[in-house]
T-cell receptor, first 112, second 112 residues
Framework: DAGITQSPRYKITETGRQVTLMCHQT?????MFWYRQDLGHGLRLIYY???????DKGEVPDGYVVSRSKTENFPLTLESATRSQTSVYFC???????????FGSGTQLSVL | GEDVEQSLFLSVREGDSSVINCTYT??????LYWYKQEPGAGLQLLTY?????DMKQDQRLTVLLNKKDKHLSLRIADTQTGDSAIYFC????????????FGTGTRLKVLA
C-alpha cells in the first residue's frame, strides 16, 4: 500500500542497547523527518533529510544517528539508548520541505 | 531560539465554537499550519496559511493570522465530539536556515 510506514509500532529495550527505528515511504518524497513527541514539549525535530545522502540536525539530535542511502528509507538509530529517550517517535515525509507533512503512525519506545 | 507556543487544554460544549491560539517568534516564517492528532495516530494536516494572508476559511475551519503580533488562531465552528483531539500549530521557512517547527499542542475536549 502507498504511504509512509514505521516499524516497529512498539519497542521495549534496555539502557545501553542499540535500537533502530525504521521508516519507509512510497511517494518518492524528497524530504523526510524524524520527530519525537513528549508531554509538555509537543513535537521536536531530531533530524531531517532533504534528499538521499543529505541529512541535517534538528532541535534534539544528541544520541541519535540517521542515514538515507535510498530516497524511500530513513532509519533512526539510538546508538546507546537512555531512559530520557523513552518517547513516541514519528517519521514524516514531504515533497518540497514546506507545505503538508505526511506522518507515519509512530513508534512507541520504552527504555527501561 | 524560535518557539511556537500554545495553551495546553481547551474544553467546549458540542455545537459551540472552539478557538485555539498559537504564538510564534520567527517573523521569517513562510507557512503556518494547523495539524490534528487523534489518539494513537500520527498528525494530519487540517489547513495552512501563507504568511502574506490574513485569513483563510475552509468549511468549519477559519484561520486568522496577525503577523504584527505573531499570533495564529484556529476557529472550529459547530464543534463536534469527533473534533476532540490534540491540535498542533506549526511554522516553516526555507529562507536562511531551514526549519519546520511544531508547538506543544492543545488538547481539545468536546463535551456532549
Amino acid at each position: 500500500d502507498a504511504g509512509i510506514t514505521q516499524s516497529p509500532r512498539y519497542k521495549i529495550t534496555e539502557t545501553g542497547r542499540q535500537v533502530t527505528l525504521m521508516c519507509h515511504q512510497t511517494w518518492s518524497h524528497s524530504y523526510m523527518f524524524w520527530y519525537r513527541q513528549d508531554l509538555g514539549h509537543g513535537l521536536r525535530l531530531i533530524y531531517y533529510s532533504a534528499a538521499a545522502d543529505i541529512t541535517d540536525k534538528g532541535e534534539v539530535p544528541d544520541g541519535y544517528v540517521v542515514s538515507r542511502s535510498k530516497t524511500e528509507n530513513f532509519p533512526l538509530t539510538l546508538e546507546s539508548a537512555t531512559r530520557s529517550q523513552t518517547s513516541v517517535y514519528f517519521c514524516a515525509s514531504s515533497e518540497r520541505g514546506v507545505g503538508k507533512l505526511f506522518f507515519g503512525s509512530g513508534t512507541q519506545l520504552s527504555v527501561l | 531560539g524560535e518557539d511556537v507556543e500554545q495553551s495546553l487544554f481547551l474544553s467546549v460544549r458540542e455545537g459551540d465554537s472552539s478557538v485555539i491560539n498559537c504564538t510564534y517568534t520567527d517573523s521569517s516564517s513562510t507557512y503556518l499550519y494547523w495539524y490534528k492528532q487523534e489518539p494513537g495516530a500520527g498528525l494530519q494536516l487540517l489547513t495552512y496559511i501563507f504568511s502574506n494572508m490574513d485569513m483563510k476559511q475552509d468549511q468549519r475551519l477559519t484561520v486568522l493570522l496577525n503577523k504584527k503580533d505573531k499570533h495564529l488562531s484556529l476557529r472550529i465552528a459547530d464543534t463536534q465530539t469527533g473534533d476532540s483531539a490534540i491540535y498542533f500549530c506549526a511554522e516553516s521557512t526555507t529562507s536562511g536556515t531551514y526549519k519546520y517547527i511544531f508547538g506543544t499542542g492543545t488538547r481539545l475536549k468536546v463535551l456532549a
